[in-house]
């Protein structure tokens, strides 16, 4: 599965434009930098608001009077401190003095629109004058990076544009034809979206409206045109809308908030180019059997089961997932008992031993006692029990299924409780701890019988009586994930004389990374790797007719919202509102024998306690 890298490598770095480059596709949308801020004397603090958010376009309205040139929106609202000159043109000889004779200090350009609104005649004399007294700024045929001037309102007939400074160009309109001459001096088209349209830019625009807006849009790039409307809607649905429409100037009031939409789109989008991952089809033979599991399979996505999450992987792969086959579907609530939103280290406690905690206890109450975790009890009764993360070993979630510390930093003394830990297999990245195959606790674990490799190979040689611990992560240089390539051999070892069954927690732990760093390329690529393991796991369920698969999160992270997406080439825009954990409660899945008590609406750490009164059920055992 690969995203699109063209657009991460060329779009959204900022909202300045680009000379020549006119939009056709998401994908090549180079001139979507391009933002005008409407109306920018408008702004708290005029030019400056539109100048850090990297717009490429600038308006400025203007009134003659007594020989000065004033910005304001109406007669009535004319300020004598408000000038051309105090409000832009000083700022922007200002910022190319700073810049080295640039508009932006990359290099790229922005223009200023002056929207004349007294007549041209007594303007423009005035308007040349001045603009010749900052020459240095606006003479775009010896400085490319220059701000280019670009006049509309009560401007000149087009027959008379050649009688003005060459470095002042004009805005066009759509419906006009214009001479070659004339068009070389028009650097843009612009037009009253009202007039095609009456779309508020909620929901989607009426289909025809659409074509007709999309018409006008094509038109001007067959033209060799930018192009750009004025009194349309100002959202961000509108934003996106644009984008894929090929608009090359967005209009927009908000210049702040549009920055900070174009600056987070590229790690907001995501493309699969139609490259789709086979979704198992389960029989569903065992599904809400009444007999109980021998078998129990937690697949816990770190950070990533948000319905939000989960959907924008299922758009990636062509609207379906392996675990959308899954037909039993709860709402797990997962609140510490100290706070709102939970962190990794109490939710995983809560799941791995039924007791609910305070965030960053690793398998102890709150009050710091310990608490026996699943797979401690399970060994006890003689289920063989593994850990399998792609995170590091004594990672929060991992570390909750076999150690008891009061604090989820204490990792050294975390890596010593596995030393203690009767858990068969456990295999994660590798921690400091037993960074060198010598080290003190690697050493000590071998005196007691327990396998240390890096070799995930190893867990096919292992007998039923042993032990292993396999430090091993993520290689993407070679296009392995460790949940993915270990899976199977983990089943195999577990299943391997065993009459008694067995447990097994797989952690996908980088779906939260993800959406710590707001990067939904990583959201969608961990979740769909975790997603084949989802396949496995039901695969392995229908074989064997006597194994319970659950799926689920910890926890939200990312707050993301979907925006748009398209089912075909598995394409999806989104955004995050924050990049930390979340107070929403998780979807959980559940297949297999007995999976119909694992539906509606429960607590976190009621998933040990329902998991074990199975197995205590099946092994004769009073809960």
Known sequence: MKKTVLLAGMLFAFCGGEAGALAQTVTDYTAVRNVHSHNDYCQNLPFYTAYSARCASIEADIFAVDGELYVAHERKEIDRKRTLRALYLDPIRRQMELNGGKAYPDGKSFQLLIDLKTGYAETMPILEKQLEEYLSCFDTEHNPSAVQIVITGNQPAPADFAKYASFIQFDGQPDKVYTAEESKRVALLSAPFFIYSEWNGLGRMVEGEYDKVKTVIDQAHKEGKKIRFWGCPDTKTAWNTFMKMGVDYINTDRPELIAGFLNDYPAGYYSSNGLFHDVYQPTYASDNAGELPQNVIVLISDGGAGQAQMWAAATANGGDLNLMQMRNIALVRNNPTNDYTTDSAGAGTALATGVQTRNRRIGTDPEGNTVANITEKLEAAGV????????????????????????????????????????????????????????????????????????PKDIRTLKADERMVCLRGDDYERGKRVIEETFEDVLAYLSKDNDKGFFLMVEGAKVDKGGHGRNLSTVIDEYLSFDKVVGKALKFADEQKNTLVIVLSDHETGGLTLLDGDYKTGTVMGQFATNDHTGIPVLLYAYGPSSQNFRGFFRNFELEQKIMKLYNSRLGKKD
């Open 384 to 455: 063989r029990t593994g850990i399998v993360t792609n995170d590091g070993v004594c990672g929060a979630t991992p570390s909750a299924y076999f150690a008891h510390q009061p604090e989820r930093n204490f990792s050294q003394e975390i890596a010593g409780d596995l030393l203690n830990a009767p858990v068969h297999l456990v295999v994660g990245a590798p921690e400091p701890a037993f960074a060198a195959q010598d080290s003190s606790l690697t050493k000590r674990m071998r005196g007691q019988g327990v396998k240390v490799t890096d070799n």
